[in-house]
Protein backbone atom coordinates (compact mmCIF):
# COMPACT_ATOMS: atom_id res chain seq x y z
CA UNK A 1 0.00 0.00 0.00
CA UNK A 2 1.27 3.60 -1.19
CA UNK A 3 1.15 6.08 1.72
CA UNK A 4 2.83 9.02 3.21
CA UNK A 5 3.22 10.04 6.48
CA UNK A 6 4.30 13.46 8.17
CA UNK A 7 5.81 14.31 11.40
CA UNK A 8 7.55 17.20 13.35
CA UNK A 9 4.55 19.06 13.78
CA UNK A 10 4.03 20.69 17.50
CA UNK A 11 3.58 23.80 19.10
CA UNK A 12 6.23 26.61 18.79
CA UNK A 13 6.13 30.44 19.30
CA UNK A 14 6.45 33.46 17.22
CA UNK A 15 9.63 33.21 15.55
CA UNK A 16 10.99 29.67 16.36
CA UNK A 17 11.39 26.52 13.66
CA UNK A 18 10.01 23.72 13.01
CA UNK A 19 11.36 20.29 10.53
CA UNK A 20 8.74 18.77 8.97
CA UNK A 21 9.27 15.19 7.26
CA UNK A 22 7.58 13.43 5.02
CA UNK A 23 8.10 9.50 4.27
CA UNK A 24 6.93 7.39 1.80
CA UNK A 25 5.93 3.17 2.31
CA UNK A 26 4.85 1.15 -0.42
CA UNK A 27 6.66 3.09 -3.04
CA UNK A 28 9.45 5.24 -4.30
CA UNK A 29 9.79 9.12 -3.98
CA UNK A 30 12.17 9.00 -7.02
CA UNK A 31 10.43 9.28 -9.36
CA UNK A 32 7.56 11.91 -8.29
CA UNK A 33 7.51 15.51 -7.37
CA UNK A 34 6.60 16.17 -3.15
CA UNK A 35 3.52 19.08 -2.62
CA UNK A 36 3.60 20.27 0.86
CA UNK A 37 0.14 21.78 1.63
CA UNK A 38 -1.93 23.42 4.61
CA UNK A 39 -4.88 24.25 5.48
CA UNK A 40 -5.92 26.44 8.84
CA UNK A 41 -10.27 26.14 9.80
CA UNK A 42 -12.20 27.84 8.15
CA UNK A 43 -10.18 28.22 4.95
CA UNK A 44 -8.95 26.10 1.53
CA UNK A 45 -6.38 23.83 1.45
CA UNK A 46 -3.34 26.67 0.32
CA UNK A 47 0.48 25.01 -1.28
CA UNK A 48 3.05 26.20 0.28
CA UNK A 49 6.10 24.78 -1.21
CA UNK A 50 6.87 21.95 -4.07
CA UNK A 51 10.10 20.28 -4.85
CA UNK A 52 10.74 18.08 -8.47
CA UNK A 53 11.48 14.67 -8.76
CA UNK A 54 15.55 15.05 -8.61
CA UNK A 55 15.23 18.31 -5.74
CA UNK A 56 16.89 20.42 -9.24
CA UNK A 57 13.48 22.69 -8.89
CA UNK A 58 11.82 24.51 -6.10
CA UNK A 59 9.23 26.23 -5.72
CA UNK A 60 7.43 28.45 -2.62
CA UNK A 61 4.02 30.63 -1.83
CA UNK A 62 4.98 34.49 -1.35
CA UNK A 63 4.22 33.60 2.37
CA UNK A 64 6.81 31.37 2.96
CA UNK A 65 9.53 32.50 0.59
CA UNK A 66 12.84 33.21 2.30
CA UNK A 67 11.72 31.18 5.64
CA UNK A 68 10.66 27.60 4.40
CA UNK A 69 13.35 25.54 2.80
CA UNK A 70 11.94 22.05 1.13
CA UNK A 71 14.58 19.40 0.80
CA UNK A 72 14.26 15.63 -0.40
CA UNK A 73 17.08 12.43 0.48
CA UNK A 74 15.45 10.23 -1.96
CA UNK A 75 18.06 7.44 -0.31
CA UNK A 76 15.88 7.78 2.78
CA UNK A 77 12.45 8.09 0.32
CA UNK A 78 12.06 11.12 2.39
CA UNK A 79 10.90 14.76 1.96
CA UNK A 80 11.49 17.64 4.35
CA UNK A 81 10.37 21.19 4.75
CA UNK A 82 12.34 23.51 7.38
CA UNK A 83 9.74 26.20 8.88
CA UNK A 84 12.13 28.89 10.22
CA UNK A 85 10.70 32.79 11.68
CA UNK A 86 7.32 30.99 11.82
CA UNK A 87 4.55 33.41 12.38
CA UNK A 88 1.41 32.54 14.08
CA UNK A 89 0.02 32.84 10.41
CA UNK A 90 1.44 29.66 10.16
CA UNK A 91 -0.55 27.34 11.83
CA UNK A 92 -2.65 24.88 10.21
CA UNK A 93 -2.30 21.24 9.16
CA UNK A 94 0.41 20.45 7.33
CA UNK A 95 0.35 17.70 4.11
CA UNK A 96 2.05 16.55 1.93
CA UNK A 97 1.19 14.43 -1.59
CA UNK A 98 3.09 13.02 -4.18
CA UNK A 99 2.83 14.37 -8.23
CA UNK A 100 3.78 14.44 -11.39
CA UNK A 101 5.74 17.52 -11.58
CA UNK A 102 5.69 20.69 -9.77
CA UNK A 103 3.51 22.33 -12.89
CA UNK A 104 0.60 20.69 -11.06
CA UNK A 105 1.50 22.38 -7.92
CA UNK A 106 1.84 26.17 -9.26
CA UNK A 107 -1.59 25.64 -11.12
CA UNK A 108 -3.06 24.50 -8.40
CA UNK A 109 -4.36 21.35 -9.66
CA UNK A 110 -4.46 19.72 -6.29
CA UNK A 111 -6.24 16.48 -7.44
CA UNK A 112 -3.24 15.37 -9.46
CA UNK A 113 -1.87 14.75 -6.52
CA UNK A 114 -1.81 10.98 -4.61
CA UNK A 115 -1.49 9.60 -2.31
CA UNK A 116 -1.51 12.22 0.57
CA UNK A 117 -0.52 12.01 4.08
CA UNK A 118 -2.70 12.37 6.85
CA UNK A 119 -1.33 15.81 8.21
CA UNK A 120 0.91 17.02 10.80
CA UNK A 121 -0.82 20.11 13.09
CA UNK A 122 1.44 22.98 13.38
CA UNK A 123 0.32 25.80 15.97
CA UNK A 124 1.97 29.05 16.30
CA UNK A 125 1.62 30.97 19.67
CA UNK A 126 1.83 35.00 19.98
Known amino acids: ?34 GWFRQAPGKEREGVSCISSGGSSTNYADSVKGRFTISRDNAKNTVYLQMNSLK ?33 QVTVSS
Open 1 to 34: QSQLVESGGGLVQLGGSLRLSCAASGFTLDYYAI
Open 88 to 120: PEDTAVYYCAAGPSCVSWMFKRNGDFAPWGQGT
